[in-house]
């Protein structure tokens, strides 16, 4: 019922610059919270930045300072700035939405994941 189309990954050299997006639509009532996972081989997928419906952002220790999360409440659209990106950072990204999804008395609340954008930091 929900749709995510992500894009703005790629390929960056370390220190370089990368702005992720991803766009919910479908039917949607209200959204509760948006966000960034990202997964490398070997472990487990990590959450770094959340952003609630009343503005409020969380980060992972690791990216504080140096990733920014916003969102167009309008568009339904988060998303990632990412600075000063490091090989660390290389991963797979995807976005997150908590949302209250249907219609009349099928209103539910669904956990919605996006495919996933590959970012890779190398130079």
């Known amino acids: 019922q929900v749709q995510l189309v992500e894009s703005g990954g790629g390929l960056v050299q370390p220190g370089g610059s990368l702005r992720l997006s991803c766009t919910a639509s479908?039917?949607?009532?209200?959204?509760?919270?948006m966000g960034w996972y990202r997964r490398t081989p070997g472990k487990e997928r990590e959450s770094i930045a959340t952003?609630?419906?009343?503005?409020?952002?969380k980060y992972v220790d690791s990216v504080k300072g140096r990733f920014t999360i916003s969102r167009d409440g309008a568009k339904n659209t988060v998303y990632l700035q990412m600075n000063s990106l490091k090989p660390e950072d290389t991963a797979v990204y995807s976005c997150?939405?908590?949302?209250?999804?249907?219609?009349?008395?099928?209103?539910?609340?669904?956990?919605?994941w996006g495919q996933g954008t590959q970012v890779t930091v190398s130079s």
């Open positions: 479908g039917s949607i009532v209200s959204i509760n919270a």
């Open positions: 997150y939405v908590g949302a209250f999804v249907g219609q009349g008395s099928g209103v539910r609340f669904a956990d919605n």
């Open positions: 952003i609630r419906s009343d503005g409020s952002t």
